[in-house]
């Protein structure tokens, strides 16, 4: 068994496991255990697999069955019982793309790590008194990008984030290279007509070029 694993679970966290979390569409539940394998096979042994379509669930199901080298995670959650579906499903981390109190109260009930989603330095506070000091960055590009960051590393010293939403393998350096930034997510890592052509080897490429983001 993969050491990460057991990282995350003695405590461990999502952040650090990985430079580039993928951020995951299945369309066809087949496809979600090679395209995990491939990412693992890349060196990218996460997935955020997002609940954005009818098999999501059954994907998650599937990867937690057959690829358990795969810390295998749910995004998109926005309510209290997709959060519960997901983690019923296997998830072993949690993704939103923004919170309320009561999602955020939900997440911080249930016995896996989330990552509850935050734009404004007022959500990041919300969700800092709801105990969570590792939050989601989205959508980062439209939301200020690493200037945003930047400007609230003072304000917010104990917060670490993961930004994602039109981050590029281009820009994710000058996310990475901020002390603030654990790890950025992206769904570049899996796109959706290699997926559809089943082209691992592409996905698996792809990757492994992200070992060389972190400056
Ligand atoms: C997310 O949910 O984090 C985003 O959809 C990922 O954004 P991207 O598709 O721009 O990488």
């Not at 590393?153 to 820009?171: E, W």
């Amino acid at each position: 068994m993969s050491v990460l694993p057991d990282l995350l679970g003695s405590g461990g966290s999502v952040l650090d496991l990985v430079p580039v979390v993928p951020v995951v569409v299945v369309d066809r539940a087949e496809d979600a255990v090679p395209l995990a394998r491939a990412l693992a096979a890349g060196g990218v042994p996460v997935v955020e697999l997002t609940l954005r379509t009818p098999v999501a669930l059954e994907a998650i199901r599937l990867i937690a069955a057959e690829a358990p080298e795969v810390v295998i995670g749910a995004g998109t959650i926005t309510t209290p019982a997709q959060a519960d579906a997901a983690v019923e499903a296997g998830a072993r981390f949690l993704v939103s793309p923004g919170a309320t109190p009561s999602l955020l109260a939900h997440l911080g009930s249930l016995p896996v790590p989330s990552l509850p989603g935050t734009a404004t330095v007022s959500e990041v506070i919300a969700a800092r008194e709801a105990g969570f000091t590792e939050v989601k960055f989205f959508p980062a590009e439209a939301s200020g990008g690493t200037a945003y960051l930047g400007a609230v590393a003072s304000v917010l010293p104990d917060v670490r984030f993961c930004p994602t939403g039109g981050i590029t393998p281009a820009s994710a350096p000058s996310y990475l290279a901020l002390p603030n930034v654990a790890c950025v997510g992206g769904s570049w890592l899996t796109p959706k007509d290699a997926v559809a052509a089943g082209d691992w080897d592409r996905i698996i490429a792809l990757a492994a070029a992200t070992a060389e983001l972190r400056g």
